[in-house]
């Protein structure tokens, strides 16, 4: 696992001279050899081999509960009057958010032409399918009888009689959310062919050669694959793009189309998708702190890629406290008591401890990264995302449980108290994230070879950075 | 993309374009357009019985026309400092002196604010004592809704505007002569905080201005709704202004097609984002149905003022989504300037929405005479004013570090 490090602080820059977004003197070979040897070591590190095992346990755990739950009914869950809706949907509001990053990394940030993408995005689309996956998950537990979540589609409505309620937002989200899913695998699978067939020529057996030669499509990397591999990369960038805004925007109509105060409010739309933004980066940097160091892939996940996820996080952080800002005091201006009792209750009522919890994780702790020190520490920075993915937790928690423990009937509020499975259940959503990822990690291209190679190297002149031979 | 590709690049001879190398008749005809604009409307509006109420909304809706360009422009460079945006460059400089419109528009708000200190109704109904007794669920918004408060806000944010412009132009032009790239992170390091200023003066001065004139309704949405449609304005000013600029002889081969082809791009986006946040906004008033909401939406769908509803969805979104979305589009001069003069008007007929309906709940549209002084008037002074503080400025950056990257860059 060695690597070439140097002193090089590729955070600094001078304007007029792009700083480096590769450092350790690479060659094109270096970099493909520094990713590949990442699947092709004969063990993967001794600290992969202890998550692995215990994201599989979790993920045994979950599916022991998700028995559980069928043979038993959701009333195993703490779903309960008034709460119906409890952290089954805060879990997949949550994680539909993390699956934010990756496509808004490899689509948005390519049309702007920022390359320092390169280096994060494959691992961040593959963190943003799996963490769909982990989103999927509830709302088909959640209809109790499993065997007919299909009716959640509109599939033959006449033969079967089945006349989903298209003014529903909540049968929006399964468009919107399997859109999303298909989009990014698609996006995912595409980008990373050059660098299946990378893996295919460097396979040293014949189950490799099979496997990696049958999903790199025939690929040879002529001119002409090139050209099509960037037409069609910018066409799904181009397709990708609203598709990011548009799973969080209907999400964000899962409740704010009612009439309930704490969820109807005309912001939610692009609060939520800055709030998903800020939770997927918040992920991608969680993840690829401890990434490049057990991989040794910090020559190509520099500082300055960790810094500017930072600056992302801050900006995001701060849009979304913004929003939080708005609805205080419209909740005021509107001179309505119900918004007006919403939003006290929030802040100083029963559950004023997920409320402040939620403003000082989500709104505050990205502040800390207006400090140079913080936004090129990784560690630090490491345990800023763990209080970014813990906010926007509290977040959907606080919208999702305050507003209906209390609404316009007071002798129907309750206290909201999730049960044992709840808990564990969600703690083996994780496992299932963790263990996708894992496996990535040891049987995929983590890193973009391909594109980083051409972003890597000196450029004739600092002036044209923006001319990667992948793109 | 080697140097070589690039456009010889003289500072000296850059240095020598500014708004004040214009003729003296294109100097001079901004002001007097402008006065003469203002005096058409003043005129026509007493030919009617309730002219000066129309006019006072209609200034109005001039003054929040050209500080959402301005805005969008102030916008426009703090986002490309933060960023390091090496490709704006060459157009950098025409959005700095666009900001620097916010000084000389301050004043012109005055007759406005005199109204709500002599507690008129108009245009501002929370301004009379007699109206808010007779309404107790605004007087209850009379902590925020208050005369003085409203002053000192808008002190605040003038000041902070003006403020801003000023720093971005000045360090910009005192890299000009120097050449210093510590300035760029200067600049850089005053744009990030000063974002988080702007979102909230920007979203106040909305709530104020536009949204309080019907102060029973409120949409948290509000200020992120006036931002983009100011910000898409601005993408059409600047490209509207560069087009017309180059077919004047002037800033040849510094801004190229390159360039107008992202500033089309980002028109595009915005006008996008715009739709974006109009159909958020309606969407989930119209679901939820809830009335203190919908009456604002029910105004405008009523009497007449459907049909400029329906204008703004085609007009301000389908037509020039479509319109828009090809990269031969973009990429050419004459479809362009059409989309943005296009585009232009739309905004005005957004604002001419957001406010008009306020005064003519049961009569519908009313557009005349008035409408056309007040934006002549008000869109010639903003330019005269323009002239007047930022008129000496090159066109470009002479001495920006990146600009090498600027003149040298290419769509890929």
């Known amino acids: 696992m060695a690597t070439i490090t140097t002193s090089i602080d590729n955070t600094q820059e001078t304007p007029g001279h792009r700083a480096p977004l590769v450092i350790g003197h690479h060659t094109y070979g270096s970099i493909t050899e520094t990713v590949c040897r990442v ?17 599989v346990l979790l993920v045994l755990m979950l599916g022991g509960l998700i028995t559980h739950l069928l043979l038993t009914g ?10 119906f809706w409890g952290w089954p949907i805060v879990n997949f509001v949550f994680w539909v958010g993390i699956g934010h990053a990756g496509t808004l990394i490899s689509a948005i940030l390519f049309l702007f032409r920022q390359n320092w993408r390169t280096s994060i995005n494959r691992a961040a689309e593959a963190m943003t399918i799996f963490a769909v996956v982990c989103a999927g998950m509830y709302p088909g537990i959640h209809v109790g009888r499993i065997w007919l979540a299909w009716w959640l589609f509109p599939l033959g409505p006449n033969q079967n009689a089945l006349w989903p309620q298209f003014r529903s937002p909540l049968l929006w989200d399964v ?17 990373m ?17 099979f496997a990696y030669g049958a999903l790199s499509l025939g690929w040879t990397g002529s001119a002409r694959n090139w050209h099509r591999y960037e037409r069609a990369y910018l066409i799904l960038a181009a397709l990708a793009t609203p598709l990011v805004l548009s799973v969080h925007t209907i999400v964000s109509f899962d409740f704010a189309v009612s009439q309930l105060p704490g969820w109807h409010t005309t912001i939610f739309p692009p609060y939520f998708v800055a709030g998903a933004v800020f939770s997927g980066f918040g992920m991608v940097l969680t993840l690829m702190v401890p990434a490049r160091e057990l991989f040794g892939l910090k020559d190509l996940i520099t500082l300055r890629h960790l810094e500017n996820m930072c600056k992302v996080i801050i900006a995001t952080g701060t849009i979304v406290g913004y929003a939080y800002a708005m609805e205080f005091f419209i909740a005021w201006y509107s001179g309505s008591r119900y918004e007006g009792f ?9 559950y004023w401890w997920a409320y402040w919890t939620m403003v000082t994780c989500n709104v ?35 919208i999702t449980i305050t507003s209906l423990s209390r609404d316009f009937l007071p002798s129907s509020w309750g206290y909201f108290i999730p049960t044992w499975v709840d808990i564990a259940m969600f703690v083996g959503s994780f496992g299932l994230f963790f263990m996708l990822f894992l496996l990535f990690c040891r049987y995929l291209p983590i890193v973009a070879m391909a594109e980083v190679r051409g972003v890597a190297l000196p450029q004739p002149t600092d002036g044209h950075a923006e001319h990667p031979a992948s793109h | 993309m080697h ?36 005096a058409v409307a003043f005129l026509a509006s007493l030919l009617s019985k309730n002219g000066q109420v129309h006019l006072a909304y209609s200034y109005l809706i001039a003054l929040a026309y050209v500080v959402s360009i301005s805005l969008g422009a102030l916008f426009f460079v703090a986002v490309q400092h933060v960023t390091r945006a090496g490709w704006s460059v060459t157009v950098r400089r025409l959005a700095e002196i666009l900001a620097m419109g916010l000084i000389p528009v301050a004043p012109l708000f005055l007759p406005l604010v005199l109204l709500v200190l002599m507690g008129s109704t108009t245009p501002f109904v929370w301004a009379n004592a007699k109206f808010l007794a007779e309404h107790p669920l605004i007087q209850a918004k009379t902590p925020y809704l208050n005369s003085i408060f409203f002053v000192i806000r808008n002190v605040i944010y003038f000041a902070f505007w003006a403020w801003l412009a000023r720093r971005f132009l000045t360090l910009s032009r005192r890299q000009d002569v120097t050449g210093d790239p510590a300035i760029s992170n200067q600049l850089e390091a005053t744009a990030a905080p000063s974002l988080l200023v702007f979102a909230l003066t920007l979203t106040f001065f909305a709530f104020d201005w536009l949204m309080s004139l019907q102060p029973e309704w409120f949409s948290t949405i509000f200020g992120v709704y006036y931002f983009a449609g100011g910000v898409m304005a601005f993408f059409a000013t600047v490209s509207l202004v560069v087009i017309q600029f180059q077919a004047s002889g002037r800033m040849q081969g510094l801004v190229t097609v390159e360039h107008r082809h992202d500033l089309g791009k980002f028109l595009f986006g915005f006008v996008c984002f715009w739709a974006y946040m109009a159909i958020s906004q309606y969407l989930l008033i119209w679901y939820a149905n809830i009335p203190e909401e919908t009456e604002w939406f029910s105004i405008r769908q009523n009497n007449g003022w459907e049909y400029v509803s329906l204008l703004l969805i085609f007009g301000h979104f389908v037509l020039p989504f479509l319109g828009l979305m090809s990269r031969h589009v973009k ?25 008009m309906p306020a005064l003519y709940r049961e009569t519908g549209p009313n557009f005349g005479v008035v409408d056309i002084g007040c934006m002549v008037g008000v869109i010639g002074l903003w330019l005269a004013g323009i002239q007047r503080v930022a008129g000496d400025a090159p066109l470009v950056p002479l001495r920006d570090p990146r600009m090498h990257e600027s003149l040298a860059f290419h769509n890929i």
């Open chain 2, 3 to 38: 140097h070589a590709d690039a456009p010889t690049f003289d500072p000296e001879v850059a240095s020598r374009e500014t708004l004040n190398s214009f003729s003296d008749f294109a100097r001079s005809i901004t002001w007097k357009v402008g006065l003469t604009g203002l």
């Open chain 1, 342 to 350: 919403a939003f006290i209750n929030r802040a100083f009522g029963p």
């Open chain 1, 175 to 191: 468009f919107a959310v399997s859109t999303y899913a298909s989009v990014s695998a698609v996006f995912w699978y595409m980008g």
């Open chain 1, 74 to 83: 959701v009333g195993v869950w703490g779903n309960n009057s008034p709460v």
């Open chain 1, 193 to 209: 062919i050059p660098d299946l067939a990378t893996f295919r020529d460097r396979a040293t057996n014949k189950i490799k050669k």
């Open chain 2, 331 to 355: 990429r050419n001069v004459g479809l362009l300037r059409f989309w943005t003069v296009w585009l232009l008007v739309m905004h005005w007929v957004d604002l001419y929405w957001l406010v």
């Open chain 1, 364 to 398: 505050i702790s990205p502040q800390l990264f207006w400090f140079k020190k913080m936004r090129t520490s990784p560690w630090l920075m490491f345990i800023v995302s763990i209080f970014v993915n813990i906010g926007m937790w509290f977040e959907r928690f606080v």
């Open chain 1, 39 to 55: 699947a092709e070591a004969p063990h993967p590190p001794r600290a992969w081999y202890i998550a692995f095992a215990i994201s």
